[in-house]
């Protein structure tokens, strides 16, 4: 059974950074798309990061490019979102979403299998 279990969210001050683990279990890192997607109050669910090491792709949302980095720990099957520079905007629940298929490049209309509880995350202004 796989599960993905989120921690390291909290409370930021803009421009403060924090960093997000996703603990994987039931799965090797190589053989599955990971990722985080955020879901702010309100808004629809958004993808943030993906990270495809079978395929060797990594994707961001445009709005995260240059301050936050998804990495990879196969040792510890734990996958890291490190989130610098971060605006009140990013005030969100964080998911890690893992699935087989290949779907960092459709995050926008893929449904991964397998979800966390979520993390949430909020930054002050």
């Known amino acids: 059974e796989v599960q993905l279990v989120e921690s390291g969210g909290g409370l930021v001050k803009a421009g403060g950074s924090l960093r997000l683990s996703c603990d994987a279990s039931g799965l090797t890192l190589d053989d599955y798309a990971v990722g985080w997607f955020r879901q702010a109050p309100g808004k629809e669910r958004e993808g943030v990061a993906c990270?495809?090491?079978?395929?060797?792709?990594?994707e961001y949302a445009d709005f995260v490019k240059g301050r936050f980095t998804i990495s990879t720990d196969n040792a510890k099957n734990t996958v890291y979102l490190q989130m610098n520079s971060l605006k009140s905007e990013d005030t969100a629940v964080y998911y890690c979403?893992?699935?087989?298929?290949?779907?960092?490049?459709?995050?926008?209309?893929?449904?991964?299998?397998?979800w966390g509880q979520g993390t949430r995350v909020t930054v002050s202004s």
């Open positions: 990270v495809d090491r079978g395929d060797n792709i990594i």
């Open positions: 979403a893992a699935d087989r298929l290949s779907w960092c490049r459709h995050s926008g209309s893929y449904n991964p299998d397998h």
